[in-house]
């Protein structure tokens, strides 16, 4: 069979029997029951309980933050108000399965209308009846199966709480026909260490049958032969031993030192990014402390965030960016709702500049928060697109008593006039994940221009050097905080550009670390240059293989 091609989420490989997610169940029938009330309400309870002792087990297994989301699952099923509802619905002639299909839908409803966090737990409850459902009719669960040994799962796409709850030491690696490389199973499985390939499109895969996920090369091989498996095996023992290395600070094999930093979008990640030798944080997304916020945060509130990311990391780097509202990232106190296209909207500094007394709030609380504390305490805008929008926010944040204060490049126009921008600002950090979407005019969320989406793309990486010829003309750093910081051969051709310091998603630093100690800054500057005359993204990774090789 043919290799499947996909799109890999970082670096790994794994090996192991296919197990497919059980499907989603047919919606129950509206025809009225042949059975008494009596006779569907025992049959409800019955399954009711079974699923609730089920996700019970489950939750006892997992332990963790997993257990309390299904312990929170099994209480939902035996929720009486919700039983009455069923009952109710049976009564009126329903079949079980349909009663029950009803009441939890209505109850659902009633939790989106609360919003917050019961908005939040509608899509569990749909879980939930699901499974009720599923038992209902002697069928399995939908959802993640469990085979009794580790396997590869493969799937349509996952939820976030599929993902999230994942039992690391049976699921090897996820595969999925639907989702682009910035879906939340990408997200989420970057962040678990989970090996990936999504957006295979249809694939003809048995339960039982052996595959190698390959990540690192957006592959899915079906029936590997023996020297395929043996080779899969080697590399993902080398990863192994590479995530144990010691952890010195990121340098070249010449010693150029390349500071590597985290990516973090809340406090309570910097403990173990420290533990995964972070020298610092270099992107602090603050607008994830605020997703669920309607009204702006107060200065107090957001002034203890800082304080403890600070704290955690004193005597370090830490880049804060302030608020980047828009787009996939709404916020309802910062952004417009009714905007058609809110990617070319008002997004990042443009809500801000729009809504000064919010940027001002969150500029005072930093400078608080950084005079209470020993860090060395960076700021930067994003989604700056022009040398005023630089001005007037780096004016404003030294009025407010920020010491160093710089930019995020993500728009073209910032990289194409980084030289003027970089003469005001004191660094610029860039974001190639918005960088690329912009230069390829290619939508991150959306699986159908995955293609276009790859940060190797010789176009970004013009934008790239760009930014970093205009840091070297004023003596300024220029960082990479976008996912391609992430992809150890593409990090080594960031640093050929120019790039000073990579700033990463936690799981991703061991790999980059080892990676960059097996060039000089000589190899890493011709690896730049074969990669960046290429002609497309595939022939620039082509290239800067080649270049190593
Ligand atoms: C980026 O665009 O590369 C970036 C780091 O910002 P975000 O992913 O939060 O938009
Ligand atoms: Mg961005």
């Given at each position: 069979m043919a290799d499947l091609r996909g799109v890999g989420i970082g670096l790994g490989v794994a090996q192991g029997p296919v197990a497919h997610m059980a499907a989603r169940l047919a919606p129950p029938s509206d025809a009225r029951s042949a059975r008494t009330p009596d006779e569907e309400k025992a049959a409800v309870a019955e399954a009711v309980s079974a699923v609730a002792a089920e996700l019970n087990a489950r939750g006892e297994r997992a332990g963790g933050s997993a257990q309390d989301v299904l312990e929170a699952q099994a209480m939902m099923a035996e929720d009486p108000t919700l039983l009455e509802g069923v009952h109710a619905e049976i009564d009126g002639g329903a079949t079980g399965e349909y009663a029950v299909h009803r009441a939890f839908a209505a109850f659902a409803e009633q939790l989106k209308a609360l919003g917050g966090y019961l908005g939040e737990r509608a899509a569990d409850l749909a879980d939930v009846a699901q499974r009720v459902i599923a038992h209902l009719r002697g069928v399995p669960a939908p959802g993640v199966p469990e085979p009794g040994h580790p396997f590869v799962l493969v799937a349509e796409d996952l939820a976030p709480a599929d993902t999230a709850l994942l039992d690391l030491d049976q699921v090897l690696a996820v595969v999925t026909t639907e989702g682009g490389p910035t879906s939340h199973t990408a997200i989420l499985a970057r962040e678990k260490g989970i090996v990936a390939v999504v957006g295979t499109g249809e694939i003809d895969l048995s339960d039982g049958q052996t595959v190698i996920v390959d990540a690192e090369n957006d592959v899915v091989i079906a029936d590997p032969t023996e020297d395929q498996l043996a080779d899969a095996a080697a590399r993902a023992e080398a990863r192994a031993n590479a995530a144990q290395a010691p952890l010195t600070p990121g340098a070249l094999a010449d010693g150029t030192p390349v500071p590597l930093l985290a990516n973090l979008g809340s406090p309570d990640g910097a403990a173990e990014a420290l533990e995964k030798g972070a020298e610092g944080v270099g992107l602090f997304r603050t607008e994830f402390l605020f997703l669920s916020s309607e009204e702006a945060p107060s200065v107090e509130s957001q002034k203890e965030s800082y304080r403890r990311m600070l704290e955690t990391f004193a005597g370090k780097k830490v880049v804060v960016r302030v608020l980047d509202a828009g787009a996939d990232k709404p916020l309802p106190f910062l952004t417009d709702a009714d905007e058609e296209n809110p990617a070319l909207g008002r997004r990042g500094i443009r809500a801000l500049q729009h809504r000064e007394n919010v940027l001002r709030d969150q500029l005072t609380a930093l400078a608080q928060a950084d005079a209470e504390t020993d860090a060395d305490l960076w700021v930067m805008a994003p989604m700056i697109a022009t040398v005023d929008e630089t001005a007037s926010f780096t004016l404003l944040a030294k009025e407010l008593g920020l010491k160093t204060v710089g930019v995020m490049v993500e728009v073209p126009s910032a990289a194409l006039l980084a030289d003027r921008i970089l003469e005001t600002a004191d660094f610029a950090s860039i974001g190639t994940n918005d960088l690329v979407q912009y230069t390829m005019a290619a939508d991150r969320l959306l699986g159908t221009v995955a293609h276009l989406q790859s940060p190797w793309h010789p176009a970004a990486l013009r934008l790239i050097?760009?930014?970093?010829?205009?840091?070297?003309?004023?003596?300024?750093?220029?960082?990479?905080?976008?996912?391609?910081?992430?992809?150890?051969?593409?990090?080594?051709?960031?640093?050929?550009?120019?790039?000073?310091?990579?700033?990463?998603?936690?799981?991703?630093?061991?790999?980059?670390?080892?990676?960059?100690?097996?060039?000089?800054?000589?190899?890493?500057?011709r690896i730049a240059e074969a990669a960046i005359a290429a002609g497309n993204a595939d022939d620039a990774r082509a290239a800067a293989r080649a270049a190593v090789a």
């Open positions: 050097k760009a930014t970093a010829d205009g840091g070297a003309a004023n003596g300024k750093p220029v960082g990479v905080c976008g996912e391609a910081a992430a992809d150890p051969l593409l990090a080594v051709v960031l640093v050929g550009l120019g790039v000073s310091t990579l700033s990463m998603s936690p799981s991703a630093l061991a790999d980059v670390r080892a990676e960059l100690t097996r060039h000089t800054i000589d190899d890493a500057r």
